[in-house]
């Protein structure tokens, strides 16, 4: 077969897949989903890690001779530190919106009820916020933690970072009320939504503290930071502009069927929903 063919057949497959895109999909979607976790049950569960934390800690210290006024002096010093961060978490908001970074497509269904069914999704990562924190001129350590420490006569170091991941998936069937340069839509679907943060913690300190150390970042549960849940959903959003080309938003209310509990207790809040711009076809 000649090139000349070659290119002709490749031309007409392309072609031949725009027009059923075309024909089939009724928009091409640039958005930002969005999602919201609640917190309020991880925000109770920090002293306990904390305190957990602290008791390996201070077995280790009992072991290498430190005396007990100063090891109830440190323990004291622990005591305000997570008082002050008890009363920091308490006035962070217990929603946390989670903005991804995504795109959908609707395909007609010109039915009664259903003008459409609507395939969208999103993720983020940590490689991409670094990403976006270049371009705006700042910067993130890589890793996040990296110091020595001296304790008495012992010394170490101590690598920490964070991986981040999560991804959001949605279909809904959709019916649309258009009134030329604005439209409404009501929606109801189901969606799929998992997000991961990983602590990766290297220590370099000497072979009788190892264990110690080991116990106490095990008393954190670092590998207790993610979620899932598959839920269903109702869409209530809103579309501005030209019949080709509009903004779009919608806001949807979330009932989980199903989600994962880890010791951490981060949950799928009910409050999700999309930000951008719609090309109609």
């Known amino acids: 077969m000649s090139l000349h063919v070659r290119r002709a057949i490749a031309v007409a497959v392309c072609l031949t897949m725009v027009g059923t895109l075309h024909a089939i999909a009724g928009g091409l979607y640039g958005v930002t989903p969005f999602y919201t976790l609640d917190l309020s049950e991880t925000f109770e569960r920090l002293s306990i890690a904390g305190e957990n934390a602290f008791s390996a800690m201070e077995s280790l210290l009992s072991d290498l001779g430190v005396p007990p006024a100063e090891l109830a002096a440190i323990h004291d010093e622990f005591s305000e530190v997570m008082l002050g961060i008890k009363s920091q978490t308490a006035q962070f908001p217990a929603i946390l919106p989670v903005p991804l970074l995504g795109a959908g497509i609707e395909l007609r269904l010109p039915l009664v009820l259903i003008d459409a069914v609507r395939l969208s999704g999103g993720f983020l990562t940590d490689a991409l916020i670094r990403s976006g924190a270049q371009l705006a001129s700042l910067e993130i350590p890589d890793p996040l933690v990296d110091a020595a420490f001296e304790f008495g006569t012992y010394s170490g170091s101590v690598v920490a970072d964070l991986a981040f991941s999560s991804w959001m998936l949605s279909t809904e069937a959709v019916k649309r009320f258009d009134l030329l340069v604005m439209a409404l839509d009501l929606g109801a679907g189901v ?29 954190l549960h670092l ?59």
């Open 191 to 219: 969606d799929l939504i998992h997000g991961r943060v990983d602590v990766p913690i290297g220590l370099d300190v000497p072979v009788h503290l190892e264990s110690g150390m080991a116990d106490a970042i095990d008393a």
């Open 223 to 281: 590998d207790g930071l993610h979620w899932s849940s598959f839920a269903i959903h109702g869409t209530l959003g809103f579309e501005i502009g030209l019949p080709f080309l509009r903004l779009y938003g919608d806001i949807r209310w979330l009932i989980p069927v199903g989600q994962t509990e880890e010791w951490w207790g981060i949950h799928v809040a009910p409050i999700a929903g999309m930000i951008g711009f719609v090309i109609r076809f």
